[in-house]
């Protein structure tokens, strides 16, 4: 449980799985965990291509199916990634705002 401003909550209400009593301008509320880490890996792995969701999913290194699914989820949410069917499969692909997300917090050389 953790407190956060009321405009920061109704801002990121994704993140937020339950929501308390408001204290003034603050709600207690109980957060999703959402690690940057796991989501630049998703965008990492999309940087030079479209990936299936199989392979995605091998290469993001995400052990815990549900917790990818999350993630996954959480980036098409905010337009970081984007799918499209191709014949059989589902493609994934980055979108220039995932780029920039994934710019961020790459260094360049």
Do not use: H, W
């Not at 909550?9 to 994704?14: E, H, P, R, V, Y």
């Not at 690690?35 to 890996?41: R, Y």
């Not at 989820?73 to 589902?90: S, V």
């Amino acid at each position: 449980m953790t407190y956060l401003p009321v405009e920061i909550a109704d801002q990121f209400s994704d993140f937020i799985i339950k929501r308390d009593e408001q204290v003034l301008d603050s709600v207690k509320t109980r957060a999703r965990d959402f690690s940057t880490i796991s989501i630049l890996k998703l965008l990492y792995q999309l940087r030079y291509g479209p990936m299936t969701f199989s392979d995605l999913y091998l290469k993001s290194n995400i052990r815990m199916k549900r917790s990818f699914l999350n993630y996954l989820d959480l980036c098409m949410t905010y337009n970081f990634i984007r799918k499209e069917p191709l014949g059989a499969n589902m493609m994934y692909f980055i979108t220039d705002k995932g780029r920039t997300m994934l710019d961020l917090f790459t260094q360049k050389t």
